[in-house]
């Protein structure tokens, strides 16, 4: 067929910057009131080790309304550092359900489409969130 129809039509919008933040409070604010962030410490490994990565997420299990977090097969939490923590992002990798990325790098799509987020340094990485509305 001649002239016939072709898939490289591009449906891509640009959505402004305050948008996207706004849309990334409201979704972590949502979050939070369902229980849904687990604010932690600090998670760091010397090496990485798959090992040590099954014994924090089964220690994060054991808490109350967490108990698929290591069961889900698909898209059960984002770990999110406040820094980038290399040997600890290879212990996390090797699991499908689990993404790990910097507090920085969160946006609204990868928080809507994960069940759980866990934040590391609540400090430090609530303060780069907070200036994401402010830049």
């Known amino acids: 067929m001649t002239h016939g129809p072709r898939n490289d039509k591009n449906y891509d919008r640009k959505i402004n910057k305050?948008?996207?933040a706004k849309a990334l409070y409201t979704i972590l604010s949502r979050k939070y009131r369902d229980g849904q962030i687990v604010f932690v410490d600090d998670i760091s490994?010397?090496?990485p080790k798959t090992k040590?990565?099954?014994t924090v997420l089964s220690a994060l299990s054991k808490i109350s309304g967490y108990e698929t977090l290591i069961s889900k097969k698909n898209n059960s939490a984002i770990l999110a550092f406040s820094k980038?923590?290399?040997p600890t992002e290879k212990?996390?990798?090797n699991f499908a359900n689990i993404l790990v990325d910097e507090v920085r790098n969160l946006n609204p799509i990868d928080v809507l489409n994960y069940k759980y987020l866990i934040i590391?340094?609540?400090e430090k990485s609530l303060a780069q969130i907070s200036g994401k509305l402010t830049k």
Do not use: G, I, L, Y
């Open 120 to 122: 590391e340094n609540p």
């Open 45 to 47: 490994f010397a090496k």
């Open 18 to 20: 305050k948008m996207k």
């Open 91 to 93: 212990s996390f990798h």
């Open 52 to 54: 040590d990565a099954v």
């Open 84 to 86: 980038k923590d290399v």
